[in-house]
């Protein structure tokens, strides 16, 4: 048999009985007695002798706690059972990979996206998840972990690589959490592919190297270009233009080969990467080589690799330094061809098509420099040769403004496209039901139409179109929703606009998607304001029309003068004619601090420009001004004249001077 402590101790050890409320009735008090009758887990003790009434009271009050205690323990397990099916619902749902691991890596739990993350089934979990971390990534992805596991919260960006093959960079975002199985800590973690988001901004990188590689070239090209004009060495010149090809373009090697009068043999004139005995020493064939076939296409012709061309010999020269890839350019002389430009590479290179336009924008102003030393030769040997000289050189700057503001309309396309890739990131994402009330309003949405996500939450979409298009737009949808297509844009064939929360209208793109879930339907509308990409297609026309007066003046200028010259009115030796010719050669260098100034937009846009005071007079200025108009008077029979100042008069200006005389000469 058992005694009382015994019962009660068995009692409470039994699956059924265990609930049973257990009341003990005996003659002892002592405290071991009491304290031994409580452990055993009895529910409350009464000494002998009983009393009926205080026994029937305890009991009455121990089976009323018991069911107090029934009660509440069954809300608690009816509320965690809800609040567990809430976080299955949303640990299924979520579009975002969530998972459970412990500290030693193993996955104890992954929603569906999370298995379609790593193209896993569910067989995945209780495998270790180290697996599908890439190896460079793996050591810190069990550094996160462990740390996660120590009661940390922690982030990482990291590349995984699924069962498929599949490689995908994500960001994960985890917590502690503790393990109610064994009471230890493991990791709950969030995380998102990230992967289109890397690859935008490795296409926003590669468009600013893009475009700091284009201002680097056409600053390369207006630099050599003021230096053809200054320098009358032809070597040196030649020296600075494989200097500032070799890095503008980072490249190993770059040359010029001039064509020697034999026109069978080519000398090395410049380089950069030869060895120094070569330059202006080695002579190299030009049969049947790629110099040959440069200069008898007349055209650049780009090698990807020297090992396996057909269209030529390979030249000794590269083969004994190991060149597989490059680009190879014509010079063009005054009355044939002068040689080539061209670059080279050890390792294999693809060449864009930018980078040939930069090696053609160097060789013509090599091409002009070697004109312009010839036609500064041919001056002393007569009037006509001189007047043939500055007419084909003149010609050849128009030909180069028309290049450069070829190349300046396509790097504002490129910034555009830049622009709209940037914009991207704040477009507006609408979600409607049915009705056509709003049930999701993003940032985006929040920044373009200036409601906040409470104020436009359950509202129609109509609080956000002009009342004008607000039936056209509801029949739009409607008749979408009963298509089999599940996305479309939305105002193909005429602008669409939004109005914002100020009343304010503004165009816009947009396009809509469906969502079809058992008898609802979801619309969505993806919209983004083009207000200041009008904005900026109007300001480019703007700022075109501006560059191509601006250019106009001076070539103006050269014209007029170079005309007077033509005529033979005045005669070139004249005082006269050499200051026509003066006024052409101050036009030219205008000119080409026209362009340098319009490649330095950037610069001074980002504040690294500084505009100096300086003091100029007044008479100087608009006596230049009157220089370079003059041959426009004289040609079109106008008197130019000029009050005498009675004193000194000295202006100061945040400019420089040729600003003040462009301003004179316009007006």
């Known amino acids: 048999g058992f005694n009382g402590i015994e019962l009660c101790h068995q009692v409470r050890n039994h699956s059924r009985w265990s609930l049973l409320p257990v009341l003990f009735l005996t003659v002892h008090n002592e405290a071991e007695t009491v304290n031994q009758v409580f452990n055993v887990g009895a529910d409350d003790f009464v000494s002998k002798p009983i009393v009926g009434p205080e026994l029937v009271t305890r009991i009455v009050n121990r089976l009323e706690r018991i069911n107090l205690i029934r009660r509440m323990t069954k809300e608690r397990e009816k509320r965690h059972k809800m609040e567990s099916e809430s976080w299955r619902t949303i640990f299924k749902a979520s579009p975002e990979c969530i998972k459970l691991v412990d500290a030693e890596g193993t996955l104890l739990g992954i929603n569906p996206a999370g298995l379609a993350m790593i193209e896993a089934d569910e067989t995945a979990i209780g495998q270790n998840i180290y697996a599908v971390i890439s190896p460079e990534y793996r050591q810190a992805f069990e550094d996160l972990n462990k740390s996660v596991c120590r009661g940390n919260k922690e982030t990482l960006e990291f590349e995984i690589i699924g069962l498929k ?184 290179r693809i060449f864009n098509q930018d980078d040939v336009y930069f090696l053609q924008a160097i060789a013509n102003v090599l091409s002009g420099a070697i004109e312009k030393q010839h036609i500064e030769t041919s001056l002393r040997q007569g009037k006509e040769e001189l007047e043939n000289r500055v007419a084909q050189r003149t010609v050849e700057l128009v030909e180069m403004n028309e290049r450069l503001q070829l190349e300046l309309t396509e790097r504002q396309q490129a910034q555009a496209q830049f622009s709209g890739i940037v914009e991207i990131a704040s477009d507006a994402i609408i979600s409607t039901d049915s009705n056509q009330r709003i049930t999701l309003f993003n940032q985006g949405a929040e920044r373009i139409f200036g409601y906040s996500l409470k104020e436009a939450l359950g509202k129609p979409l109509d609080l956000l179109l002009p009342e004008g298009s607000v039936e056209a737009h509801r029949h739009h949808v409607t008749n979408f929703g009963k298509s089999s297509t599940p996305s479309r844009k939305i105002g193909e064939r005429r602008e669409i606009y939004g109005k914002r929360k100020d009343g304010s209208v503004f165009p816009a793109e947009a396009s809509i998607s469906t969502l079809k879930l058992d008898d609802k339907i979801i619309y969505t509308v993806y919209l983004q304001d083009v207000s200041n990409r009008k904005q900026i297609e109007r300001m480019k026309n703007e700022f075109v029309s501006v560059v191509s007066h601006e250019l106009r003046t001076p070539l103006t200028s050269i014209h007029g003068s170079l005309g007077m010259l033509a005529t033979g009115l005045i005669p070139a030796n004249s005082e006269d004619g050499k200051r026509l010719v003066q006024i052409a050669t101050d036009s030219t260098e205008r000119l080409v601090r026209l362009i340098s100034d319009i490649l330095d937009i950037e610069r001074i846009e980002s504040g690294k420009v500084t505009m100096c005071k300086q003091i100029y007079q007044v008479s100087e200025l608009i006596a230049q001004a009157i220089d370079i108009t003059q041959p426009l008077a004289d040609k079109a029979q106008v008197k130019l004249s000029v009050e005498k100042f009675t004193n000194s008069i000295r202006i100061r200006c945040r400019s420089r001077c040729d600003r003040i005389i462009q301003v004179l000469t316009i007006y």
Not at 209 to 234: E, P, T
Not at 237 to 256: G, K, P, T, W
Not at 306 to 329: A, K
Request: hydrophobic content about 40%; aromatic content about 4%; some cysteine.
């Open 165 to 348: 093959g599949s490689h995908r960079l994500v960001e994960t975002h985890g917590v502690p959490l503790l393990n109610p199985e064994n009471g230890q800590l493991m990791q709950l973690a969030v995380t998102r592919d990230i992967t289109t988001q890397k690859q935008i901004e490795a296409q926003r990188e590669q468009i600013n190297l893009l475009l700091k590689a284009k201002v680097q070239q056409q600053a390369s090209v207006a630099q050599l270009g003021q230096l053809a004009l200054l320098n009358q060495d032809i070597s040196a010149l030649m020296d600075e233009a494989v200097a500032l090809v070799a890095q503008s373009l980072n490249i190993e090697f770059c040359h010029i080969l001039e064509m020697l009068p034999s026109g069978n043999v080519m000398l090395l004139r410049a380089g950069i990467g030869w060895e120094e005995g070569l330059i202006r020493q080695a002579l190299l064939s030009f049969n049947d080589s790629l110099t040959s076939n440069t200069l008898l296409t007349k055209e650049p012709v780009i090698i990807e690799d020297l090992r396996q061309e057909t269209r030529f010999n390979s030249p000794t020269l590269l083969e004994e330094y190991g060149i597989i890839s490059g680009v190879s350019v014509p010079i063009f002389g005054v009355d044939s061809a002068y040689g080539v430009l061209g670059v080279y590479s050890p390792q294999k």
